[in-house]
């Protein structure tokens, strides 16, 4: 991930950068409270380097320009520049304009950029169409599954979710009851009981491409919440070479932060989940265990291998840390998205 080799000066020229965009000299404020708070966590955390994001130290876009010389600094300062747009709801016109404007000036283009600009427009079906293929479910259905056939049978919910039964699947997965208490495939199975969801195998449950990052919710201890799914998704960008995950997580922030990005799995949701206490920091610890991890949890995990592994003994093996953030619910917290989250909507109501 080339967020974690960004030099020290590199750092303080993205976050400039950040505040020059999303902070612009002629409005001032930011857009939404919960800005500041997620880049003083994500630097703090991800970074080592902490920035006072409520001081405004801004920079014009030339300057920064001439500051970052690689294109990989580059690209990461516009990539925050986008999650910040998507902490929003909805996105302001100033601020997606100024987005625009330093990508363009940097030279940046991407799907990160295509995912903001459809959802700024309200063109929010085509994102989540987009985000599903380019994202890691995409990526991680053309490397180890075909799902080609059933996404334009079913339409983008193929790339998530069970439409077609596989009892062999669905066999496989309930046979996780005889793993003994305290293994990862017993706790999975304790997992997807204590939430009553639908077995892979079984329509209506997610499809293996969603069921692997269940095995990553038990491994990591994030529960089934809006931010357990954000911090999920964090972890996974540091913890795996598989292409889309930063795609990915800028789509969490959607679904479970602002709603503006639908789940192709359980539809819109108003979650604000980045509101709770201590929030934001759990993300960046999040990024920090994943970037500790020394096992490819996507292109190199079969857990079905390791159903019989005590959950403490593969933590250490593979060299997950604790958590730092005392606000972080595990995987045990019996409340889940759907419960915390209210039912699925319709798709936000505004356009800019």
Request: hydrophobic share 40%.
């Amino acid at each position: 991930m080339h967020w974690l080799e960004l030099s020290d000066t590199e750092v303080k020229w993205v976050a400039r950068s950040v505040m020059g965009a999303l902070r612009d000299n002629s409005w001032q404020e930011w857009a939404d409270p919960v800005q500041p708070r997620f880049f003083n966590a994500i630097f703090n955390g991800l970074f080592g380097n902490p920035i006072d994001f409520w001081d405004p130290d801004p920079v014009e876009c030339g300057v920064a320009l001439s500051a970052l010389t690689r294109e990989s600094a580059r690209r990461t300062a516009i990539e925050l520049m986008v999650a910040g747009e998507l902490l929003c709801r909805p996105i302001p016109p100033d601020v997606h304009v100024s987005v625009e404007r330093w990508a363009a000036a940097f030279g940046i283009e991407g799907q990160s950029l295509t995912l903001a600009r459809q959802t700024a427009s309200g063109a929010y079906y085509q994102a989540q169409a987009d985000l599903y293929r380019h994202g890691y479910w995409g990526a991680y259905a053309a490397t180890a599954h075909n799902v080609d056939a059933q996404v334009a049978r079913y339409g983008v919910s193929a790339f998530a979710a069970t439409h077609e039964p596989d009892p062999e699947l669905a066999a496989q997965w309930q046979q996780l009851a005889h793993c003994a208490p305290g293994t990862i495939g017993r706790s999975v199975w304790e997992f997807y009981g204590l939430h009553g969801f639908d077995w892979p195998g079984e329509p209506g449950g997610a499809n293996p491409i969603t069921a692997q990052h269940d095995w990553i919710h038990v491994l990591a201890d994030y529960s089934a919440t809006g931010l357990g799914e954000i911090e999920t998704a964090a972890f996974r960008i540091t913890s795996t070479r598989l292409p889309g995950t930063l795609l990915t997580f800028l789509g969490e922030l959607g679904f479970w932060h602002s709603g503006m990005i639908g789940s192709a799995f359980s539809g819109w949701h108003q979650a604000y989940s980045l509101d709770a206490k201590d929030a934001p920091e759990s993300v960046a610890d999040a990024f920090r265990r994943g970037a500790a991890c020394n096992q490819d949890l996507y292109l190199e995990t079969d857990f079905f291998a390791f159903k019989d592994v005590n959950l403490d003994t593969l933590r250490e093996r593979w060299n997950i840390p604790p958590k730092q953030s005392v606000h972080s619910p595990g995987w045990k917290t019996r409340t889940h998205l759907t419960a915390a989250d209210g039912e699925s909507h319709s798709p936000p109501d505004f356009t800019i």
